[in-house]
């Protein structure tokens, strides 16, 4: 019976995901420096290729950062921060 109520479950998760919409997706970046350390307070900005309109933000402490949902294609990613130079 176990293995019965985890395909069950698969079919139910996979019937989920594929009715989703398949023309978006997600960008995740960690910010750090050359030698690994995180740089909190970092804007950065996601512009999309196709129409030259972006999306910024700073960073907290975690510097992590997410940008979705964004239509499928090319994008530039920029990271500014205070003491660092653009490369």
Known sequence: MKKCVRAVFVWLCYAGFSSARQDMGIITCHVTDANGF???GAAVSVISGDTNVGNKALLGSDCIFVA???KIGMY???VEAKGFKNA
């Open 38 to 40: 995180a740089v909190p």
């Open 68 to 70: 979705t949902p964004l």
């Open 76 to 78: 530039s990613v920029q």
